[in-house]
Nanobody, 120 residues
Framework: QVQLVESGGGLVQPGGSLRLSCAAS????????MGWYRQTPGKQRELVAV???????NYADSVKGRFTISRDNAKNTVYLQMNSLKPEDTAVYYC??????????????WGQGTQVTVSS
């Protein structure tokens, strides 16, 4: 099993910044794509940003130019730097990782979620 633990959410004013972190642990052989998703009440979970093991990235149009996803493969950790935050960025943010365990099983794992609130 692979566990993901997120941190870094909180309350921030419009125009402010936050940095989310997500660390993977467990019997990991390799981690492929890692990503961030978000969800608001009554809506489906949506992709925010994803990064492959090679460093290729993809972003939702709504966050391009404001958010940056990065990863530290040595630490099995993915980050989301969020700048110029807007009230519509308010959501629960979830980390996801596609991984292969030490016994070569495939896992798509989710973190517990961290609340980001953008409000004055």
């Amino acid at each position: 099993q692979v566990q993901l633990v997120e941190s870094g959410g909180g309350l921030v004013q419009p125009g402010g910044s936050l940095r989310l972190s997500c660390a993977a642990s467990g019997s990991i052989f390799s981690i492929n794509a890692m990503g961030w998703y978000r969800q608001t009440p009554g809506k489906q979970r949506e992709l925010v940003a994803v990064i492959t093991s090679g460093g290729s990235t993809n972003y939702a149009d709504s966050v391009k130019g404001r958010f940056t996803i990065s990863r530290d493969n040595a630490k099995n950790t993915v980050y989301l730097q969020m700048n110029s935050l807007k009230p519509e960025d308010t959501a629960v943010y979830y980390c996801n990782a596609d991984s292969i365990s030490s016994d070569y099983a495939y896992y798509s794992s989710w973190g517990q979620g961290t609340q980001v609130t953008v409000s004055s």
